[in-house]
Each structure stands twice: as C-alpha cells, then as structure tokens.
C-alpha cells in the first residue's frame, strides 16, 4: 500500500522558515514526479512545486525566489524548503506523486494535481503577521 506522509509544518511567524517533508513508502518513487500543492481555507488546491526525475523543478510565481523543492531518491522523500514566509503562505501542504516514471514532456502536467495518482493527507502550515 502506498503512503505519503508529511511532515514539517507548524505555527511560524511571517519572516521565518519552515522545512517540509515527505515520506513515501509502499514503492519507490525515485524517478517519478513529484509535487507540493496546498489550500487555503476557502480556496481552490493550488500547486506549489514540483521535481522532475532529473532534478528539475518548477515553482508557483508566488514562491519563486523563497521556495525550494528536492528530493532524496536513498530515502525516498521529497522536501520543501520555504524561507521568508508570508501570511498568505498560511494553508495546508500536501505532497503528491505520480505513477509515471520518467519526466513529462508537457511541462503543464507538473502544475496540475491530476497528473498525481498518490497523496498525502497534508500538514497545516500557519504564519503569524
């Protein structure tokens, strides 16, 4: 049975870091893409960012520059780093992982949570003004 299972969130004020993390288990997940989505209360799931088999990455405007996917393939874990924290990052933070194996050539299947067939149940992240 495949799980993912967060870890890393909490109450931080705006300024501040927090590192997330994510542990798959169940099957390996070393070549597959994987993303960080998250919610707000009251709005829609949005994509946060995303790795590639091949260590690239894509990221939300709103966190380019403050942000940083990666993984550990040995540990099959992917991490969020996030620096210079805001209010509006306050949400719930899911990681997801797709079935496929190798990169997509369409660079939109990383931003849409359709493209992942597994995810985690989230962890709250909140930043105080």
């Known amino acids: 049975q495949v799980q993912l299972v967060e870890s890393g969130g909490g109450l931080v004020q705006a300024g501040g870091s927090l590192r997330l993390s994510c542990a798959a288990s169940?099957?390996?997940?070393?070549?597959?893409?994987m993303g960080w989505f998250r919610q707000a209360p009251g709005k829609a799931r949005e994509f946060v960012a995303a790795?590639?088999?091949?260590?690239?990455?894509y990221y939300a405007n709103s966190v380019k520059g403050r942000f940083a996917i990666s993984r550990a393939r040995a540990k099959n874990t992917v991490y969020l780093q996030m620096n210079s924290l805001k209010p509006e990052d306050t949400a719930v933070y899911s990681c997801?992982?797709?079935?496929?194996?190798?990169?997509?050539?369409?660079?939109?299947?990383?931003?849409?949570?359709?493209?992942?067939?597994?995810w985690g149940q989230g962890t709250q992240v909140t930043v105080s003004s």
């Open positions: 169940g099957r390996a997940f070393s070549t597959n893409p």
């Open positions: 790795i590639r088999s091949d260590l690239g990455t």
């Open positions: 997801a992982a797709s079935s496929r194996t190798s990169p997509y050539t369409e660079i939109s299947r990383y931003y849409t949570p359709l493209t992942y067939d597994y």
